[in-house]
């Protein structure tokens, strides 16, 4: 099978024979990857006393793992194009497996934010050279069912990894969230070694190192600085505006380089699908999605079923488990949908149902019962699910074929970006807004929070009236032009 210019024919209405056995491969390997980006949430309270570090410290294992992607799925675009997908496989998978080993082993936090890292590098080069070989292997009118399938890996993962981590530090401690993975993921290894053997088509594009430079300098300030402001009361040997500062430079840096070196195709994240309104308008509803998903729903809604409800990690594993199996049942349907009547029939409804969810969740007291909880979060998973497959096959279906890897490491680089940004702004607010003089967020920081999430909700709820029906439905005019 070769991914080739005929594969990728805007008017082919089949899939390739072997399509269906190399994305199986590529959704398992990716899904057991992506379930560590929030395995460890509701672990950040032993962690926090196990490791003698802050709660402003330790939620960097999470932001940190979403940064670290940030940082590298921009250059993925140009590693599609450089090498085979069988090579970007078993280097992601060797990455990941290693990084799941540095942090089984880990002595204390630094070691265990570099293993951490090192599985964020390998998980980042995964999510775009699955949906590019979604977009590239499926017919049109059959990827809203195949980004379904895509959409648990990337949103029901993300959901279910409390639930996993709970039932595991509940009896075997945190350590095991990485020995229970890393046979999994050795096994992903060797499946991939046997049966992706793929031909491809490559060509040698050079490896700007000043895009990468500006682009980690660029994300790490931001990330770092946001995160900063509610670390030890806001005291810092350097002030969080000075990250803040130099992050935005650099991005502002970087997004020039790449305007100059896409005029002679050598940008290494090429922008030019922003110049498409089907592509920037979903894009913008993920981002603002993906906040409210891994910052909110995957961090703050654990903090406060055990440090308000006072639950037990096995307990508040369970409680999301129920919004995580709703989202993975709701994949493929929604996706059939999406096929059917298009994006605006289904995120409209979506943004708004996850928007009253968000200001349900800020009513919470300490005297709410656990099933309200459960019951806000099913709206909010039903609503994202109702979200996650229309977006992410509008935004790559409105592009050409040979601007797929870079449009999916636009939007795998944004979405990141949203979670680490949405979880360093929430555990902020959260921490400066508590009551206890240690910064550790109690009833009234997290429903601050909240509050916060709410405000997020009805924005993205506003950008969801600007979703047309037919964006990224079919093929091409939207592609084509």
Known sequence: MTETAAIAEPDRQT????????????????????????????ALRDLTVDLNVSTTTVQWLTSGFL????????????????????????????????????????????????????????????LPL???????????NKRGATMGTISIVIAVAPAVGPTIGGAVLSSLGWRWMFWIV???AVIALVIGAVWLRLDSETRSVPLDVLSVVLSAIGFGGLLYGLSAFGESGGAHAVPPWVPL???????????????????????????????????VVPLVLAALLFMCLLGA???LLPLYLQTVLKTSTFVSGLAVLPGGLLMGLMGRPV??????????????????????????????????????????????????????????????SSLPDHLYSHGSAILGTLQQVAGAFGTAVFVTVSSLSSANPAGIPDAAGLRTAFIVAGGIGLLAFATALFIRKTDGQGTSAAAVH
């Open 15 to 42: 899939t390739p024979p072997k399509a269906t056995v190399l994305l199986s491969v590529l959704v398992a390997s990716a899904f057991v990857m992506i379930l560590n980006e929030t395995i460890l949430s509701v």
């Open 67 to 126: 940064l670290t992607m940030a940082v590298v799925i921009p250059i993925t675009g140009f590693l599609l194009e450089r090498f085979t997908p069988r090579q970007v496989f078993l280097t992601a998978m060797s990455l990941f497996s290693l990084g799941t080993l540095l942090s089984g082993l880990a002595p204390g936090f630094g070691v265990l934010l570099v293993g951490r890292v090192v599985q964020a590098a390998g998980t980042a080069v995964m």
């Open 130 to 140: 699955l949906m590019t070989s979604a977009m590239r292997l499926v017919p049109p």
């Open 182 to 184: 890393l046979p999994l």
């Open 245 to 279: 500062v130099v992050g935005a430079v650099a991005l502002v840096l970087f997004v020039s380089r790449q305007l100059r070196l896409q005029r002679d195709d050598k940008a290494l994240l090429d922008l030019r699908p922003f110049r498409n309104r089907s592509f």
């Open 297 to 299: 729903a995957a961090i």
């Open 335 to 396: 996706g059939r949908l999406f096929d059917r009547i298009g994006p605006r029939p289904l995120v409209i409804p979506g943004a708004a149902a996850m928007a009253v969810a968000l200001w349900l969740f800020a009513t919470l007291t300490p005297q709410s019962s656990l099933g309200a909880v459960i019951g806000f979060h099913l709206l909010l998973m039903l609503g994202l699910s109702l979200m996650m497959t229309p977006l992410m096959t509008s935004t790559l």
